[in-house]
């Protein structure tokens, strides 16, 4: 037995001395090659008498357990300090830039839609739709806006040539025809919201010749003008995120809504800024009423039983509003730097649970 | 429309301040533009007598001044024709900031004539538009008092917005009737004021309308005023004018003036002495013309109603008036005609001779009819006032026009529509307060509609009467309610398209635009437009004058214009509607992008490169993919519209007719055309071509089936025809084994000469996925077989050696 122990201490001497990776595999080798002493000696212990193969092979297993886990640490640290050395050699400048992604925005007229869409897709308004070239009936008649009303020359009216047929299209200056495309399709209820183009000759700091509207119509047998308040009022402090900005409602006069309103958000003015909420100023920002009878007869829907209201108001005016937008001209200008500026990130989709805007 | 808080006091009898009476005609929905008080702005400006005037030694039209300001005597030079010895203006000493220019008055020296102060135009001092010279106060007007309070300046002015259908409000006393019925004071009523006259009128006035044109003038009073004496109106009339900006003019044009700023009722007065014979009232004939008051001579047609004597056309009523019978100070004898014309034919005949006066805003608004005969006798009372004469009797020709008949009101409309509950007395009250006749009918009220509320047709205009004077702000809000609780998608599946393609493509790295619908005839010519019947007959510039028939022009030019201001490298996109004809179908929905320059921005890790026809495929498969096109079954077929490069360029297909993508790079003669640097690529997805959703049972998708066995991939490289397509070489691939191959992808093209003329080679990879048991080699040799024959039966491709 001590030719055993002295045979480990040897060996465990040997493993220690190695000085690399390469002469530690001899040491292995010469220990548990083929012809390893280890090796050699385990062969001895199956030529011994069997009563004393069992302690032999106790302890020889246990030398040849000792001498693996030290050959095995030994080839640890050998590695360990070889890795070191070559990750120590890969080190590279981390704050050079990294791979370029290009950066997406959405335009803010879109993202505004895509607001308004889902306070009111909240509220059980669908999205309806109709052309931006209109006829004088849908864009006008229809609306309760004859011919030579002074209400059409508020309108400046882009023209079409006129047809074989003596009528010109038009493009539409508002999106309330879509209503009448709506109406005169499906039966009511009505609860339905329009968004869109539309255009005006018109064309200075704060008018350009194209501009987008929302629109909506609910039509029933119930609806008055208390749930026409209740609706805009909840739209306001939803849309501008200001939980109690004062709302308010003015007579008017629009000839497809009688009575008519037109409705101003409480802000405040000053230091060259303005701020939605209180602070004793008004801004007008909507149009709106309860249907005339005669549209809802021009749709051939019967006014002694049905009613309702419609509102309108324009996307650039309240993006501009809440955004703080200057100019509604840079709208349509493609400048690379007002987009990446006031433009929105992909993936900020506006939802009433989600949140509308970050 | 704008009047003074002293101007309503005359017709409303009240204690209100300015601030409250304001917020009351704003609540009754005539809409305060401003409240100015100019007393505080005016202070410097003070009456200065010109003691002399003398013409400049050296230039014509200019005119030294010696003023007596009250505190001295100052010399001007003046440039207005009418400054002349002995007359009173307003004077504004050096150092005084002019609101009309904003500037600080200097003292200077004016073709060597040392001026050291200003006579002013009501323009300079901010009371007016005019500037056709300086303001000429009354001759009592006290020499050093202060010219806003000679001015009636120190009276508040008041500036309302009056909506369309209130015709009624654009006069002073309309204002007062409103704001009584909303309980700000007490309406005083307008005085009876005829004037007996004298004498028979000497002019005879008779209609010469056809049945169809009956209509244009239903009655005209006339009635002749002799021996008057013209001349500057007193100060009081002067100062109403002036208060509101307008420069008085003569005592006969003032009146006219007034009654129409106070009552809302035009006037107009002919000289009598030069009317040749009797009046006729009738539609002016093709090639008629007349001079017109405005110095300017109108060509007229037979649309357009005019007064006329045996030697022609005198004026264009409602509209107005003509040189050859104006007044003047010399005038001795005139006509008084007070009329009311057709509101319709009035504003067609404005705006088609594009002339705006307050004779015809008011007519195309509605004039009160019955405001005819009262409003002859207030200006015939007010002329022979203030210039002596003597009236004739009035004739009359035609009457007053029947009014709408009257309207069954049921109160409870005011709850059901309005949805607040009024007391039906205070409801009949309001009505009675703004003119309205209400007497009891069963279960409702039958109301009669004033005459001069032309507006007023049925029970909603009646709601929102008593609305407007209660108050919308005492309508309660009602909870909006909708049918359950829970939100249903606001989008039919089309339009969602839109909103998926932009945020995909943004998602991609590009920035979304949005321009307009209209571009300039070229550029529509460029990209297949130019159709005459998309050409607006009324452009704002020449810039823009045809509908769009693609996206694309607008966004190439997007890319120019940030070239310019050095961003020449952008993927810019833009969903929205293109335009092939005026119908509604023939408007379509686009997602449309272009890159320009190089595909990013220079890296130390990415070498750049220029743009091309792949990244513009890749954009287009973006947009196609988001907008849910089915992607498995399109097709790419080589060449785009004119627009595109020929040999760089694709369409998208599905099926053998729908084109449901282009995309290449712009053909660079378009772009030379556009005056812009190359290179760009660019794409279009006509998102409502794309096929509708398929209806399904349900959300559940397939089972993934999985295989437990290992996938197995192999390459080949076949040589081909430079004209066959990659993709014919995937698809025939595909096809040698649907079950087993999983996927076929290209990863190498190669075009070397060795292959011979007309020959490249396409490098495919196959990956197998068996399902049942792991593949043998043998297995794998005789699907590779069958790829290899399948490619070769479609493309005629060889396996490369």
Known sequence: MENLDQLRNQLLAAVAGAEGLESLEKVRLSVFGRKGLITERMKGVGALAPEERKDAGVALNAVKQVLADAIDARKAAFEDSGLEERLESERVDVTLPARPQADGRIHPISQTMDELLAIFGEMGFTLAEGPDIEDDF????????????????????????????????????????????????????????????????????????????????????????????????????????????????????????????????????????????????????????????????????????????????????????????????????????????????????????????? | MKFTLGWLKTHLETEAGVDDIARALTDLGLEVEEVIDRAAALAPFVVGHVVEAKKHPDADRLTVCIVDTGGGRVQVVCGAANARTGMKGVFAAAGVRIPGTGLDLKKSVIRGVESAGMLCSAREIGIGEDHEGIIELADDAPIGAPAASVLGLDDPLIDVAITPNRGDCLGVHGIARDLAAAGVGKLIPLSPEAVEGGFENPTGVSFDFTNDAADACALFAGRAIRGLKNGPSPDWLRQRLLSVGLRPISALVDITNFLTLDRARPLHVFDADKIAGDLTVRLARQGETLQALDGKTY?????????????????????????????????????????????????????????????????????????????????????????????????????????????????????????????????????????????????????????????????????????????????????????????????????????????????????????????????????????????????????????????????????????????????????????????????????????????????????????????????????????????????????????????????????????????????????????????????????????????RDGRARPALGASPFQAVERDFAFVINTDVGAEAVVRAAQSADKKLIAGVSVFDQYGGEELGAGKKSIAISVRLEPTEATLTEAEIEAVSASVIAAVNKATGGVLRS
């Open chain 1, 138 to 358: 849908h864009n006008f008649t229809a609306l309760n806006i004859p011919e030579d009303h002074p209400a059409r020359q508020m309108h400046d009216t882009f023209y079409l040539p006129e047809g074989p047929d003596g009528a010109r299209k038009l493009l539409r200056t508002h999106t309330s025809p879509v209503q009448i495309r709506h109406m005169q399709k499906t039966p009511p209820p009505h609860r339905i919201v329009a968004l869109g183009r539309t255009y005006r000759c018109d064309s200075d700091i704060t008018h350009t010749p194209m501009f987008h509207q929302i629109e909506g119509l609910v039509v029933d047998r119930h609806t008055h003008m208390g749930h026409l308040k209740g609706c805009l009022i909840e739209f306001c402090r939803a849309y501008f995120e200001v939980d109690d900005v004062p709302v308010r409602f003015r007579p008017s006069f629009f000839p497809f809504t009688e009575p008519s309103a037109e409705v101003d958000i409480g802000c405040k003015r000053g230091g060259g800024r303005l701020k939605i909420g209180g602070g004793g100023d008004w801004l007008e920002i909507l149009g709106c009423g309860m249907v005339h009878p005669k549209v809802l007869a021009n749709c051939g829907i019967d006014p002694e039983k049905f009613q309702g209201f419609a509102f309108g108001l324009g996307v650039e005016r309240i993006a501009m509003l809440k955004y703080g937008i200057p100019d509604t001209r840079t709208f349509f200008e493609s400048d690379l730097r007002w987009l990446s500026h006031y433009g929105f990130a992909p993936g900020d989709v506006p939802s009433m649970t989600g949140g509308l805007a970050r």
């Open chain 2, 299 to 695: 060509e007229l047609d037979p649309s357009m109603t005019v007064i006329c004597d045996e030697g022609g056309v005198l004026s264009l009523g409602g509209v107005i008036g003509g040189e050859s019978t104006g007044c003047t100070d010399e005038s001795v004898n005139v006509f008084v005609e007070a009329a009311f014309f057709d509101p319709v034919r009035t504003a067609a005949t404005g705006r088609k001779l594009n002339i705006e006066s307050d004779a015809r805003y008011r007519f195309e608004r509605g004039v009160d009819p019955a405001s005819t005969l009262p409003g002859i006798e207030a200006a015939t009372r007010l002329i022979v006032e203030l210039c002596g004469g003597e009236a004739s009797r009035v004739t009359v020709t035609g009457a007053v026009p029947e009014g709408a008949s009257a309207i069954r009101f049921d109160l409870k409309r005011v709850m059901a529509l309005g949805g607040v509950d009024v007391a039906e007395d205070e409801s009949r009250r309001i009505l009675e307060a703004l003119g309205f006749g209400v007497s009891a009918m069963n279960g409702a009220i039958e109301v009669r509609v004033p005459s001069w509320r032309p507006d007023i047709e049925g029970e909603a205009d009646l709601v929102e009467e008593v609305l407007r004077v209660y108050g919308y702000d005492r309508i309660p809000a009602a909870p909006f309610a909708k049918e359950g609780v829970l939100s249903k998608p606001v989008e039919a599946p089309v339009p969602r398209r839109r909103r998926q393609a932009a945020r995909a493509l943004a998602a991609n790295g590009m920035v979304e635009a949005v321009t307009y619908s209209f571009l300039a005839e070229a550029q529509a010519r460029l990209f297949g437009g130019g159709d005459p019947r998309l050409t607006l007959a009324n452009p704002i510039s020449a810039e823009l004058t045809d509908m769009r028939p693609s996206l694309l022009p607008n966004l190439i030019c997007a890319c120019k214009r940030n070239a310019d201001r050095g961003s020449p490298d952008l993927a810019l996109f833009e969903v929205g509607p293109a335009f092939a004809d005026d119908t509604p179908d023939g408007q379509g929905a686009v997602a449309a992008g272009v890159r320009a320059g190089a595909s990013g921005p220079r890296h130390w890790l990415a070498p750049g490169r220029a743009v091309d026809v792949f990244d513009a495929k890749a954009d287009a498969l973006i947009a196609l993919g988001a907008a849910g096109a089915p992607a498995a079954s399109l097709r790419v077929t080589p060449g785009a519209p004119a627009w595109y490069h020929p040999g760089r360029s694709g369409a998208m297909r599905l099926g053998p007719k729908t084109v449901l993508a282009h995309f290449g790079e712009i053909h660079p003669r378009v772009l030379r055309a556009l005056d812009v640097k190359g290179p760009i690529c660019g794409f279009e997805v006509f998102l409502d071509l794309l096929p509708a959703p398929r209806q």
